[in-house]
C-alpha cells in the first residue's frame, strides 16, 4: 500500500492548483487549456470511483442482451472483453435485429442509455441535470 | 511563419495586387484551425496618391490535412456567398507563391464568436432577439447562391451522380465512422439505422454552408455581422443547415432554446420559410438534427484521432474524446422522442 495522500487527495490537489493558480495566472488561450486541465483531472478521479460498478452494469446489460458470459477481472481484460461484446452487438444492430418496435428494442434502448447515462456521470453531469436525469 | 516574415513577403504582393505602395505592421496570430493558419494584420494601400487602411485576415493553408477545396476555391465561394446577399466577410487577395504556400485575405470584421457568451451575456440580449430572423435571412441567401452556370462552384463536394442527396450525406457519414472509430458505438449504430429508415425524399441541391451555427458566426450586440468558418461547405439539402444549427452542443447549455441556444425551433423555420419561399416541413429538419448530432459525434471521434495517434499532445483535443458521450444521449433523446 501507498502512503497518504491517497489518489484522489493527489488528484485534488493537482486540480486546485490548475483552477486557484494557474487559471487566475493565465489568459486567453492558455487559461482555457488550463481550464480544460482542471476539469481533465475531476473526470479521471470521478471514473476512477465509478469504474467498478459502471463496468458490472455495463457487463450485466450486455448478458441480458447478448447471453451470460463470466466476467473477466483486471481493468485491461475487461475491456478487451467489453470492446469484443460491443462490437457484437453493434452487428447485430445492424444486421437490423433491432429495428422494429419489440421488447428487444426496448431492452437495448435501455441498456444503451444506462451505459451512456454512466459515461456522463464522470464526463458531463450537467447534460443529465439538464435533462432530470440525474436521479 | 513568423510574423516578420510575412509582413516582408507580403508586401510586394500586396504592391503588385494593387498597383502601388503598401506597409504592412500589427501581424499577429489568431487562433488557428488544425487545416489552416489565421492572421491578423493591417495594410496601408494607396489608391493614386490617397492612403488607404485595410484590416485584413490572413488564412494560410497548412499542407496536408483533410480539405475538401483550395483556398482559391474559398475565395470564390465567399464571392459568390456575398454576391447572393449573405453577410460574409468580403475576400479581398488570394495567392500562393508569396508565401510558398495557398492563402487569401478577407476583410477583419469585429464582433463576438464565443458561443458561450453569446447565449448568456446581457450585452447580446438584443442580437438574441434579431437572430433567429438573420440567421434565417442569411441561410436563405447562401441557398439561393447558383450551383451551377457562370462561375460555378464545380469544387464542391456534391452528391453522388443518380443517387439522391440524403442518401449520399448519410453514405458520406458513415464511411467517415467506419474509417475513424477505434471503438465500438452502439448509439450511433441505433442512430445510422434510424436515419436510414426516415430519410426524405429532398430533390432539392443547394449550396449548404455545412457548419452552420452559433460559435461560426460573428455578432455584434445589434445582431448579425458575418457567417464565418466556410470550409465544410458543401452542395446537399438546404434543410441540413436548419438541423445543424439546432444541433446540441451549439446551445452553450441553454438547452431550453434548441435554436443555438437562442430560439425556439419554430421561429427559425417561419422566418426561414419567409426569407426563402421554402416551405419548412419540421420532420425533415428533425431527421437532419439527429443526423446532425451523429455527424458532430463522428467528428469527434475525428478530432481526438490525431489524439491518439500522437500527431498532437493538446489537453483540448484529448478532452473532446470524452464529448462523443455526449451526442450519444442526445441521439437517444430524439430517437425516443424526448428531444422535441
Known sequence: MQDRPTIYELLRSVERFLRDDVVPATDGRRQFLARVAANA??????ELQGEAEHAAREWAGLDALLGEEPMPGGRDALADAVRV?????????????????SAARTALLAHVRAVVRDKLLVTNRAYLEADGDLG | MKPDQIAARLTPFLERETGGPVSIANVRTMTGGATR??????ATVHEGDTPRELGLVLLIFRPGGQRAFSAHDEFRLLAATRAAGAPVPKPMFVGEEALGRPFYMMERLSGETIGRRLVREERFAE????????LAEALAAIHRVPLDGRDALDFLPRPEPGKPVVASELERLETMYRQITVEPHPAFEIAFRWLAERQPTSTD???????FRIGNVMVGEEGLRAVLDWELAHAGDPYEDL???CVRSWRFGVDHLPMGGIARREELFDAYARASGR?????VVRFWEVYGNLRWGVFTLVQVRSFLEGLSQSVELASIGRRTAETEWEL????EGKGF
Open chain 2, 332 to 335: 437517444l433523446n430524439l430517437i
Open chain 2, 205 to 211: 441541391v443547394a449550396l449548404v454552408h455545412g457548419d
Open chain 2, 127 to 134: 442580437a438574441r432577439r434579431a437572430l433567429p430572423v438573420q
Open chain 2, 243 to 245: 438541423g445543424w444549427l
Open chain 1, 41 to 46: 483531472i475531476g473526470l479521471v478521479e470521478r
Open chain 1, 85 to 101: 461484446r460491443n462490437d457484437a452487438l453493434c452487428a447485430r444492430i445492424r444486421a437490423g435485429e433491432y429495428d422494429a418496435a
Open chain 2, 37 to 42: 493558419e489565421a492572421w491578423s494584420l493591417d
Open chain 2, 279 to 283: 416551405p419548412v416541413d419540421p420532420d
